[in-house]
Nanobody
Framework: QVRLVESGGGSVQAGGSLRLSCAAS????????MAWFRQAPGKEREGVAF???????KYTFAVKGRFTISLDKAENTLYLQMNTLRPDDTAMYYC????????????WGQGTQVTVSS
């Protein structure tokens, strides 16, 4: 059974950092495409950072240069290092898995809240 469990969210002041973790079980995440999404109140969910099965990463423009996605293959854990946080980064953050790398994310975690105050 595929399971994704996020942690690491919290409240931080603008300019601060957080590292989100996503523990994966029931599959080997290095064989999938993985991603972090976020959804702020009243807004649509957006993809933030992506990593595919061979390692290349992609970021949405708003976080490029500030966020880093990585995968610890030994720990089956996906990370999102978030630096220089801004109030508009406030959202629920979700990790997701795409088994066939077709941009269809079939598996989702429950989310972890990130709140950035000015």
């Amino acid at each position: 059974q595929v399971r994704l469990v996020e942690s690491g969210g919290g409240s931080v002041q603008a300019g601060g950092s957080l590292r989100l973790s996503c523990a994966a079980s029931g599959f080997i995440p290095s064989n999938y495409c993985m991603a972090w999404f976020r959804q702020a109140p009243g807004k649509e969910r957006e993809g933030v950072a992506f990593i595919d099965s061979v390692g290349p990463t992609k970021y949405t423009f708003a976080v490029k240069g500030r966020f880093t996605i990585s995968l610890d293959k030994a720990e089956n854990t996906l990370y999102l290092q978030m630096n220089t946080l801004r109030p508009d980064d406030t959202a629920m953050y979700y990790c997701a898995a795409d088994p066939w790398c077709t941009d269809v994310y079939n598996y989702w975690g429950q989310g972890t809240q990130v709140t950035v105050s000015s």
